[in-house]
């Protein structure tokens, strides 16, 4: 058991260095290979009325004349120790963990996430939630009540859900319950946790059902499929021979036997979603990781969009470690491999 935690971790510290020297290859070893140079990236620093000198000055003091590797390693010491960037009229520091400096906003790049994450955890546990309980339970009930009137019903919403887009189906519940009902908040309204539970809930009730509605439909239909197939397996026969209660059967040696493909996506899902869950926060203007790297897309802030990328690969491999180690506590089979 200890030697897998060991290896599982040693593997995802591993990931992330290579992500990041990958990541920032496609940032600025990329646009090289396309013909850029380092005073094109500098432009992107500087004002319209700059002159070829003055960016190739600032080329110079922000490093991009300076080999690739070097730059990176720059780079991957400012986020453990922090950086300062050279210029020409000022010295701007950047502490530690630094994912860069916007040269655009003047500001570093992760105080910036930090004052952004709490929105996008917010809207990411709390529609994990109820896309898990919901996907999950009409998954179950759909498969031990095949063909039902349930079962159909259940499934025909999953279909939707699994085809409408987030941007489809947030404006029309923004219409709808916002607008033309007036029962939700409209986009944009977000109350810190700590300031008011209860409004911090309201208001982002409906980004929780819109998103949770994509998700859950996802899991039913792969809860229902391995439902299927885990209650005709001969231990299933077995464990009712032996006088168990349905309950037990169901939760106990059905549901648990299809519980890691759904880690698994859980994972996948939640871990993306804690590194910006972009469609849903643009559609409801809420201001969290993902509205941020679209807002830095648009102004062509290379700073904000690289930190935004690291911090979206670090929840998810660390997301992706957390469902590792629980996979030796719902499958025994995993500690003794």
Known sequence: MV???????????????????????????????????????????????AGSEQTHALAVKLGFTDPIAEQYGRFAKGIFVGAEYDTGTSVEKCPAPCFGYSFITQNPVWPELLDRMPVTVSLALGAAVIWVLLGVSAGVISALRKGSLFDRVAMTLALAGVSLP?????????????YTLGIFPPGGSYTPLAENPALWAYDLTLPWITLAFLYAAGYARLTRSGMLETMNEDYIRTARAKGLSERAVVVKHGLRATLTPIMTIFGLDLGLLLGGAVLTESTYSLNGIGKYAIDAIKTNDLPKVLGVVLVATFFIVLANLIVDLLYAVVDPRVRLS
Not at 17 to 44: C, E, N, Q, Y
């Open 3 to 49: 030697t897998y935690l060991i290896r599982r971790v040693i593997g995802a510290v591993f990931l992330l260095f290579i992500v990041s020297v990958v990541t920032f290859a496609i940032f600025f070893l990329v646009p090289r290979i396309g013909g850029a140079t380092a005073d094109d990236l500098a432009s992107r620093y500087v004002g319209k009325t």
């Open 166 to 178: 987030i941007f489809f189906t947030g404006l029309l519940s923004l219409s709808i319950f916002s």
